[in-house]
């Protein structure tokens, strides 16, 4: 069922670009843009609904409508991807691991020490040029 939900909502994303691409603009030229539109409104001319406005009005409201639901929907899943997953088996209570095994240290090594300058035979390094 989600599933089939999906799919009808991709169509209707679909659908929607459709419809939203196939009306005419509102004056769209660039004497609008600067206020040479003329005798029309803010927003353009108020015409009557036409089948396209009235089907984008009825997809945008299934668009948010499936939108919303399918988020809700989705949240309802398993918590965790390994939710149905068993751990680790349990040790059981009657068994202890020795106290005396030895547990291998690494020693620590010492940081490499840095080269020191060669002096020449009278004991003061060379000055440079």
Avoid: N
Avoid at 33 to 51: H, I, K, L, Y
Avoid at 53 to 59: D, I
Avoid at 60 to 83: E, K, R
């Amino acid at each position: 069922m989600y599933y089939l939900l999906v799919g009808l909502y991709v169509v209707i994303c679909l659908v929607l670009i459709v419809v939203v691409l196939l009306q005419q603009g509102k004056g769209g030229d660039i004497a609008a843009a600067f206020g040479g539109g003329g005798s029309q409104a803010a927003f353009g001319a108020r015409a009557g609904a036409t089948f396209l406005t009235k089907m984008t009005a009825g997809l945008a409201v299934s668009f948010m409508v499936l939108a919303l639901g399918l988020a809700i929907w989705g949240q309802q899943g398993p918590g965790s991807v390994v939710g149905g997953v068993d751990g680790p088996p349990q040790v059981p209570a009657g068994i202890t691991l020795p106290a005396d095994s030895p547990v291998p240290t690494p020693t620590p090594t010492p940081p490499p020490q840095p080269e020191q300058p060669q002096t020449p035979e009278g004991g003061t390094p060379p000055q440079g040029q």
